[in-house]
């Protein structure tokens, strides 16, 4: 539009055919930049905001105390004598990175268990967590899918669930510079069936250290795992002693979130349910590579976390971490 009234003289009646708009769009925009000397809109005439950037964040905070829209825009009607649509604080959390999403369940946590987190947690926060092996157990399902997408309503996106799939369970053990070999079982695991497990695993033969470990890790590398009774048994300590001495973590219970390895049968879950797998064969050939080609940087960085996952466990007095 500029350039046709400026270069070619054309009247805004002409130009308004020739682009396409209406004159008075023309005219305005011409007018804009004479005045100006550009075409951007002046400061200050954008629709005035209703709500405050500090309202906007009270209004956030609300939403992490488990409010909804509904609730929320009612005490904001409350509080300031000013009414707001729900849809209004939906985008407002949106705008601040909120989802609406379902509440992960967890195990609730008795008050000895979290007296014993929280002692573990400040005796432990300052260790050097570089040298240790984190062990760990989990259970694949065949025809494991991706449950969410982008869809829209009135189309919704569908998969076939098996009532009750196969599955596979999967003993692994990983840290900074070391990572085991993937061990799978079909039955419930017990002591026995334990003490099998850290004999095939344990062995410094079967582990992977990574190009640059430390000369002397692989002969005094600390072990961590959960307290479930088939590790705690006499007999399966016992066999943990003769594989790595005295070096065994005292792990409190109920506590996968100060577990690393969580994260690292996330990546797995991940990648299983996006490979569409029709075998328990297949199961086990795509864990076993995903796991053997895992990054050691992605492994690093879930060990990295622990300082912070026990700094968090002391603030809420041996409560649930986020992890």
């Known amino acids: 539009m500029i350039h046709l009234a400026t270069e070619e003289h054309l009247t805004p009646a002409a130009i308004a055919r020739r682009v396409g708009v209406h004159r008075h769009t023309v005219e305005s925009t011409l007018k804009r930049y004479h005045d100006t000397g550009t075409i951007k809109e002046r400061a200050g005439r954008?629709?005035?905001?209703?709500?405050?950037?500090?309202?906007?964040?009270?209004?956030?905070?609300?939403?992490?105390?488990?409010?909804?829209?509904?609730?929320?825009?009612?005490?904001?009607?409350?509080?300031?004598?000013?009414?707001?649509?729900?849809?209004?604080?939906?985008?407002?959390?949106?705008?601040?990175?909120?989802?609406?999403?379902?509440?992960?369940?967890?195990?609730?946590?008795?008050?000895?268990?979290?007296?014993?987190?929280?002692?573990?947690?400040?005796?432990?926060?300052?260790?050097?967590?570089?040298?240790?092996?984190?062990?760990?157990?989990?259970?694949?399902?065949?025809?494991?899918?991706?449950?969410?997408?982008?869809?829209?309503?009135?189309?919704?996106?569908?998969?076939?669930?098996?009532?009750?799939?196969?599955?596979?369970?999967?003993?692994?053990?990983?840290?900074t510079h070391m990572r085991s070999k993937l061990y799978f079982f079909n039955t419930n695991m017990d002591a026995e069936l334990y003490q099998k497990v850290i004999k095939s695993r344990l062995r410094a033969d079967r582990i992977t250290f990574s190009p640059d470990c430390p000369v002397t890790l692989p002969q005094r590398y600390h072990f961590l795992q959960d307290n479930a009774k088939p590790h705690k048994a006499k007999e399966s300590m016992a066999k943990l002693a003769e594989l790595v001495n005295n070096r065994i973590i005292e792990h409190p219970a109920q506590s996968p979130d100060l577990n690393p390895l969580e994260d690292l049968w996330s990546y797995l879950d991940r990648k299983v349910k996006a490979a569409n797998i029709k075998s328990i064969q297949g199961l086990k050939q795509t864990l076993t590579h995903e796991w053997e080609n895992l990054p050691w940087s992605y492994i690093r960085d879930s060990v990295k976390s622990m300082p912070r996952r026990l700094v968090e466990c002391v603030e809420l007095a041996g409560g649930r971490t986020h992890y």
Do not use: C
């Open 46 to 175: 954008g629709r005035k905001r209703k709500i405050t950037t500090e309202d906007e964040k009270k209004i956030f905070k609300k939403s992490k105390q488990g409010k909804n829209a509904t609730e929320i825009a009612r005490e904001y009607e409350r509080e300031t004598k000013m009414k707001v649509s729900e849809s209004t604080v939906r985008n407002i959390i949106h705008d601040h990175q909120g989802k609406w999403m379902r509440r992960q369940q967890v195990e609730a946590l008795t008050p000895a268990n979290k007296a014993k987190r929280l002692a573990y947690a400040q005796a432990m926060k300052n260790y050097n967590w570089k040298k240790v092996l984190f062990s760990d157990e989990k259970v694949f399902f065949l025809g494991a899918a991706k449950t969410h997408a982008y869809q829209q309503p009135g189309k919704r996106k569908k998969y076939p669930v098996i009532r009750h799939p196969p599955k596979l369970n999967v003993w692994a053990a990983a840290g």
